[in-house]
């Protein structure tokens, strides 16, 4: 079996015996759970952010933010402009 590289920081750390803490792991793993709720909902349809809001559960504001989060990343695009105003956004496929 041959072993896996180990980066710098994972060698500092095992050294220093330094740990994240577990605020830091329970965000972590939140911020990856709303991702993956908000990924799933415009994976194939484009929605506005009320029908996002609506279909996880989760606040418009917040959902708004990781939306913008995406856009600036790329991963997102938006699709047209509802007649109320809104905008509708789906996520990309990767090329």
């Given at each position: 079996?041959?072993?896996?590289?180990?980066?710098?920081?994972?060698?500092?750390?095992?050294?220093?015996?330094?740990?994240?803490?577990?605020e830091?792991l329970?965000h972590?793993?939140?911020?990856?759970?709303?991702?993956?709720l908000?990924?799933?909902?415009?994976?194939?349809?484009?929605?506005?952010?009320?029908e996002?809001?609506?279909?996880?559960?989760?606040?418009?504001?917040?959902?708004?933010w990781?939306?913008?989060?995406?856009f600036?990343?790329?991963l997102?695009?938006?699709?047209?402009?509802?007649?109320?105003g809104y905008?509708?956004?789906?996520?990309?496929?990767?090329?």
């Open positions: 079996m041959s072993k896996r590289k180990k980066f710098t920081v994972h060698i500092l750390r095992d050294k220093l015996g330094l740990k994240p803490s577990q830091l329970d972590l793993k939140e911020q990856k759970r709303v991702e993956g908000i990924r799933k909902a415009i994976l194939k349809d484009p929605k506005t952010v009320p996002i809001a609506e279909e996880t559960g989760l606040d418009e504001t917040l959902v708004f990781y939306l913008m989060t995406f600036r990343h790329g997102i695009e938006e699709t047209g402009k509802t007649d109320e905008f509708k956004y789906v996520w990309k496929e990767r090329r």
